[in-house]
T-cell receptor, first 113, second 114 residues
Framework: GENVEQHPSTLSVQEGDSAVIKCTYS??????FPWYKQELGKRPQLIID?????GEKKDQRIAVTLNKTAKHFSLHITETQPEDSAVYFC????????????FGTGTQLKVEL | NAGVTQTPKFQVLKTGQSMTLQCAQD?????MSWYRQDPGMGLRLIHY???????DQGEVPNGYNVSRSTTEDFPLRLLSAAPSQTSVYFC?????????????FGQGTRLTVV
């Protein structure tokens, strides 16, 4: 089955700096790659996603890039703010699998003032 | 529109007890799933369903049962609770087919087995 690895497990940045979180996946058939943000004690919520027919997608300060050849995708957050502090999860799913997501182990992002 | 609703929010069980975690969604989603979240291990899929009457196992199904008698409800049953099942459980739902496959999560159930 699919295996998703996520790095780093913790990331500390200064307010205003950029943050990058990287994930790799094992199943070349995977075609949907969402990113979820989970604040302390809350439920995961989708912040951005990308499909395999697109190399990059941007939404304000958040962007995701996908390299299908390397089976690698990344989350980029620019101009970080304290409210960006949370755990971020990447995930992958295969065609026909509905939304059977395989998650990475998460990155604890801390934005320091 | 309540989205995905889980009950209870917190639960303490003794080893060997059974219980059912409830999950309901009002978005007419075909796909529903249960995940457990443990520190450093992300979210791991327990069971999932692609529609009423259809269920299948995920990555960590042992010790759990599910059923899907209606589109709206997807309860998770712990048959004989063990301390290893201490975790936070999330139910999620989504449309089955692209492009609308965003998964919506419930608020979670924090379960402690003593």
């Amino acid at each position: 089955g699919e295996n998703v690895e996520q790095h780093p497990s913790t990331l500390s940045v200064q307010e205003g700096d950029s943050a990058v979180i990287k994930c790799t996946y094992s199943d070349s058939a995977s075609n949907y790659f969402p990113w979820y943000k989970q604040e302390l004690g809350k439920r995961p919520q989708l912040i951005i996603d990308i499909r395999s027919n697109v190399g990059e997608k941007k939404d304000q300060r958040i962007a995701v890039t996908l390299n299908k050849t390397a089976k690698h995708f990344s989350l980029h957050i620019t101009e970080t703010q304290p409210e960006d502090s949370a755990v971020y999860f990447c995930a992958a799913s295969i065609p026909g699998g509905g939304n059977k997501l395989t998650f990475g182990t998460g990155t604890q992002l801390k934005v320091e003032l | 529109n309540a989205g995905v609703t889980q009950t209870p929010k917190f639960q303490v069980l003794k080893t060997g007890q059974s219980m059912t975690l409830q999950c309901a969604q009002d978005m007419n989603h075909e796909y529903m799933s249960w995940y457990r979240q443990d520190p450093g291990m992300g979210l791991r899929l327990i069971h999932y369903s692609v529609g009423a009457g259809i269920t299948d196992q995920g990555e960590v199904p042992n010790g759990y049962n599910v059923s899907r008698s209606t589109t709206e409800d997807f309860p998770l049953r712990l048959l004989s609770a063990a301390p290893s099942q201490t975790s936070v459980y999330f139910c999620a739902s989504s449309y089955q087919f692209t492009p609308r496959t965003e998964a919506f999560f419930g608020q979670g159930t924090r379960l402690t087995v003593v």
